[in-house]
């Protein structure tokens, strides 16, 4: 059930017909983990822990202490959300966003991948060409659903809003109770399209069997 202070807190949300009571539940009791460099953080972040999603572990390679000041920055904005950087809480959640404007979170991706350590994943390219992955289950892998994805990467002039488009996908995929077809969205400036990837798996792929 849902406290006085909780109704309060979220009231603009629970008010949508695809959130409701029940929803704002369900994302205070949901984990994820987010792989991103510190940069592309904030944006996403807002939106994360501004809905309430319950604990959100980070896996951003670089300044630690960065990502303290930005722990405290959240934990302002929405003292319920449970934000830490343990290594510990790393691959103990299902569900995983990654926001890629870097080669080093493309390996780390592709490495996640290689593992299929998460069973939800949503991922984002913060650069050309620009593209969120949102994948409820396998198949399709990483790599089955797009080549593209997991190309070398640089940071694009869209990062942000894209940033926060894949925090929207992560919200839609944890207030989900039925399972969602796999999707590919192409942005091309502010730009959208989005794809079913329904038959977008190579049969060979291990990570898809
Ligand atoms: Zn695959």
């Known amino acids: 059930m849902l406290t006085d202070a909780q109704?309060?807190?979220?009231?603009?949300?629970?008010?949508?017909?695809?959130v409701g009571g029940v929803g704002q539940e369900?994302?205070?009791?949901?984990?994820?983990?987010?792989?991103?460099?510190?940069?592309?953080?904030?944006?996403a972040l807002n939106y994360l822990a501004g809905a309430g999603v319950g604990a959100i572990?980070?896996?951003?390679?670089?300044?630690?202490?960065?990502?303290?000041?930005?722990?405290?920055?959240m934990a302002q904005l929405n003292p319920e959300v449970r934000l830490g950087t343990s290594a510990a809480q790393a691959g103990?959640?299902?569900?995983?966003?990654?926001?890629?404007?870097?080669?080093?979170?493309?390996?780390?991706?592709?490495?996640?991948n290689e593992n299929a350590a998460y069973a939800r994943v949503i991922f984002a390219r913060l650069g050309k060409p620009t593209l969120i992955a949102a994948l409820p289950s396998r198949p399709p892998c990483l790599a089955c659903a797009s080549p593209a994805l997991l190309e070398p990467v640089e940071?694009?002039?869209?990062?942000?809003?894209?940033?926060?488009?894949?925090?929207?996908?992560?919200i839609k995929m944890l207030l989900s109770v039925a399972p969602q077809p796999a999707r590919?969205?192409?942005?091309?400036?502010?730009?959208?399209r989005s794809s079913r990837l329904d038959s977008q798996w190579h049969p060979g792929c291990a990570r898809c069997a």
């Open 26 to 43: 369900r994302l205070l009791a949901a984990q994820m983990t987010l792989l991103a460099e510190a940069d592309d953080l904030t944006p």
């Open 92 to 112: 103990h959640h299902a569900t995983l966003l990654v926001l890629a404007a870097s080669n080093r979170i493309i390996d780390a991706a592709r490495q996640i």
């Open 7 to 18: 109704i309060d807190r979220y009231s603009r949300q629970i008010i949508l017909p695809e």
């Open 184 to 192: 590919l969205i192409e942005f091309i400036g502010y730009e959208s």
């Open 57 to 73: 572990h980070l896996d951003c390679p670089g300044d630690a202490g960065r990502l303290d000041l930005l722990i405290a920055q």
């Open 155 to 170: 940071r694009g002039s869209f990062a942000a809003p894209v940033a926060m488009a894949a925090a929207a996908e992560t």
